[in-house]
């Protein structure tokens, strides 16, 4: 399978050059999100209602979703509450982003590097190793939020998830947020998406806003 949506959003948070996460907290969110819609739309996994559904757990045949989808699914069938999407996000988010990562490392993508912060912290960096995969990336999202292009389904669902997460620097680095954020605004309130991805586009955006106010609140508290 091509580069999921989690492992694009990590991509282009992280710096190619010194491999530090830009925007790390976001990141994490939209890589949680960007996978669960690639589940949506490769079939097993539906999002309705702000709630998250499992109807096929056979594994797609991509290690890094089949993870998820196995993670998902017997976190469904644990839990005896309703399966919110907020929820599934705050539980997934920061083993989902090592885990997709990992992935990036095992593409050839980006290498890890560790050292130890003031000679004691262990800190990790994944520095760029081969661009093109973010290279085409970035000219496909200059194309649709830049140029006016018609988007896919993958691209209006990056592009939804790139703006609910204000995440407009890290893939317009160098270009204020008021040029690009109503072009993406308008790409994900937008018909390119069937009816389904569409409604789990605009239930995950509800709930990365919901879950990333609960943090700022948290954090300010």
Same mark, same amino acid.
């Given at each position: 399978?091509?580069?999921?949506?989690?492992?694009?959003?990590?991509?282009?948070?992280?710096?190619?050059?010194?491999?530090?996460?830009?925007?790390?907290?976001?990141?994490?969110?939209?890589?949680?999100?960007?996978?669960?819609?690639?589940?949506?739309?490769?079939?097993?996994?539906?999002?309705?209602?702000?709630?998250?559904?499992?109807?096929?757990?056979?594994?797609?045949?991509?290690?890094?979703?089949?993870?998820?989808?196995?993670?998902?699914?017997?976190?469904?069938?644990?839990?005896?509450?309703? !399966? =919110?999407?907020? #929820?599934?996000?705050?539980?997934?988010? %920061?083993? &989902?982003?090592?885990?997709? *990562?990992?992935?990036?490392? @095992?593409?050839?993508?980006?290498?890890?590097?560790?050292?130890?912060?003031?000679?004691?912290?262990?800190?990790?960096?994944?520095?760029?190793?081969?661009?093109?995969?973010?290279?085409?990336?970035?000219?496909?999202?200059?194309?649709?939020?830049?140029?006016?292009?018609?988007?896919?389904?993958?691209?209006?669902?990056?592009?939804?998830?790139?703006?609910?997460?204000?995440?407009?620097?890290?893939?317009?680095?160098?270009?204020? !947020? =008021?040029?690009? #954020?109503?072009?993406?605004?308008?790409? %994900?309130? &937008?018909?390119?998406?069937? *009816?389904?991805?569409?409604? @789990?586009?605009?239930?995950?955006?509800?709930?990365?806003?919901?879950?990333?106010?609960?943090?700022?609140?948290?954090?300010?508290?």
């Amino acid at each position: 399978m091509a580069v999921s949506l989690g492992e694009e959003i990590m991509l282009l948070s992280l710096d190619d050059a010194s491999g530090a996460a830009k925007g790390e907290g976001a990141a994490r969110w939209g890589v949680a999100a960007g996978m669960l819609l690639e589940l949506v739309m490769a079939g097993p996994v539906t999002v309705k209602g702000g709630c998250v559904e499992v109807f096929d757990p056979t594994p797609i045949g991509d290690a890094l979703l089949d993870g998820r989808l196995d993670r998902l699914t017997r976190w469904v069938h644990e839990t005896s509450t309703t !399966r =919110k999407v907020t #929820a599934w996000l705050t539980r997934d988010h %920061a083993k &989902g982003s090592q885990d997709v *990562v990992d992935s990036l490392v @095992a593409r050839g993508l980006v290498t890890e590097e560790k050292h130890r912060a003031l000679g004691v912290f262990p800190v990790r960096r994944y520095p760029e190793a081969d661009g093109s995969v973010e290279r085409e990336l970035r000219a496909r999202l200059a194309a649709v939020v830049l140029d006016g292009a018609e988007p896919d389904a993958r691209t209006t669902a990056l592009v939804a998830l790139l703006h609910a997460t204000g995440m407009h620097p890290q893939a317009f680095p160098g270009l204020p !947020r =008021k040029r690009v #954020a109503p072009r993406m605004a308008e790409i %994900a309130d &937008g018909h390119w998406a069937g *009816v389904s991805v569409r409604e @789990a586009i605009r239930n995950v955006q509800a709930a990365i806003s919901a879950v990333t106010v609960v943090t700022v609140l948290s954090v300010g508290s």
